[in-house]
């Protein structure tokens, strides 16, 4: 049987793990703008105003599927029926603390792979040269959406084993 010390260690360790693999895929899926000054003007590669959405939706596409596997998880090794406030709680901070973590992470991660280097605004570069804008996210509401999924996941469990042990 695990102790509840392992519980917490085991909870710790997923959330941890859960938010890294989150900031990798993060990493690897945003979309990028592109700058290039040519003529002493600043364009961009590419012109669509979509790529200010993108690092938020894939930000909260990517932590919608990690909070899931995280609600899952919580819900199938815990019994929140017990303390509801308290685990109800616990897991809204677990969540909180899963999306800042993956945030950060993949701050961190694009910080690496571009050498710590910011090249924006891009009215600092030489003519000819590119630059590629960094990962950030704009919209900070998207952090929310692990915390929402929680919210939906415990009442989803809570509906449905209500019917169960009442049918």
Known sequence: MI????????AVAAIIGIALISAIAWVFV????????DNGEVTYANDS?????????WFGAITLVGGFLL?????????????????????????????LMT??????LDDL?????????????AAGDSAVDRLQLRA??????PVITWTVMVTFDAIFSNRKSSG
């Open 3 to 10: 102790t509840r010390r392992g519980r917490v260690v085991s």
């Open 30 to 37: 945003h979309p990028t703008i592109r700058a290039v000054l």
């Open 49 to 57: 105003q979509a790529w200010i959405f993108g690092n938020d939706g």
């Open 71 to 99: 609600s899952g998880a919580f819900l199938a090794t815990t019994r929140w029926r017990n303390l509801p406030v308290v685990a109800i709680a616990l897991g809204t901070v677990a969540m909180t603390v899963y999306a």
């Open 103 to 108: 945030w950060l992470f993949g701050m961190s």
């Open 113 to 125: 792979i571009h050498h710590g280097v910011s090249p924006f605004p891009p009215e600092h570069l």
């Open 140 to 145: 900070y509401g998207v952090m929310g959406v």
